[in-house]
């Protein structure tokens, strides 16, 4: 149980601002919310995290709604190099650290 | 890119052989776990461990042990493998920090097997 729900997919074009959705309705108050994406024949990497307030950092935006039952990972100019499986994933501090990753959103980027 | 490796990267056998991979990470990192990927699974969590000797399941430990008797190594063991363990094994680390948001976890490049 991931406990986030993505969509499957989604496309752009190169240079274009991505919003990825992600619902997490359940989320403890002590649950971060973290974001990481996997490109092809890789590992995962981290790409972001945060808990209440929205967070930038070089790679992305993190937009987290008031009630925190959802959150956006926002790539300002998407380039080719960003298609990849982004994750969402809700995690705490007092969980070694475990994530449990869902089935993601396959990210398209055509030139 | 985190000082993380995993061996070996390929690696074919048949049902009913041992197979051991192996984490090794330069970073000193508290924190090893082992993954596991398959198509329409995503990863999840096979063995943790959180610290020299200190080892736990995950979400998929049936037929998988682990050790750790350095920082640095975390071994994943299949005592008798089997075709449903064909998959790709991630190794990730992390050093949680006290009191701190779960950290952030540098995966290594995974090891492709396939049991016969």
């Known amino acids: 149980d991931a406990k986030t729900t993505q969509p499957n997919s989604m496309e752009s074009n190169e240079e274009e601002p991505v919003h990825l959705p992600c619902n997490h309705s359940?989320?403890?108050?002590?649950?971060?919310i973290h974001w990481y994406r996997q490109l092809p024949s890789q590992g995962p990497e981290y790409v972001i995290h945060g808990l209440t307030s929205n967070v930038n950092n070089r790679m992305a935006s993190l937009a987290i709604a008031e009630d925190r039952k959802s959150s956006t990972l926002i790539l300002h100019r998407a380039t080719l190099r960003d298609a990849a499986v982004y994750y969402c994933i809700r995690g705490g501090g007092t969980s070694y650290g475990k994530l449990t990753f869902g089935q993601g959103t396959i990210l398209t980027v055509h030139p | 890119d985190a000082g993380i490796t995993q061996s070996p990267r390929h690696k074919v056998t048949e049902t009913g052989t041992p197979v051991t991979l192996r984490c090794h990470q330069t970073e000193n990192h508290r924190y090893m776990y082992w993954y596991r990927q398959d198509p329409g699974h995503g990863l999840r969590l096979i063995h943790y461990s959180y610290g020299v000797k200190d080892t736990d399941k995950g979400e998929v430990s049936d037929g998988y042990s682990v050790s750790r008797s350095k920082t640095e190594d975390f071994l994943l063991t299949l005592e008798s493998a089997t075709s449903s363990q064909t998959s790709v094994y991630f190794c990730?680390?992390?050093?949680?920090?006290?009191?701190?948001?779960?950290?952030?976890?540098?995966f290594g490049p995974g090891t492709r097997l396939t049991v016969l």
């Open positions: 359940t989320i403890s108050g002590t649950d971060y």
């Open positions: 990730a680390i992390s050093e949680l920090l006290a009191g701190g948001p779960m950290d952030t976890q540098y």
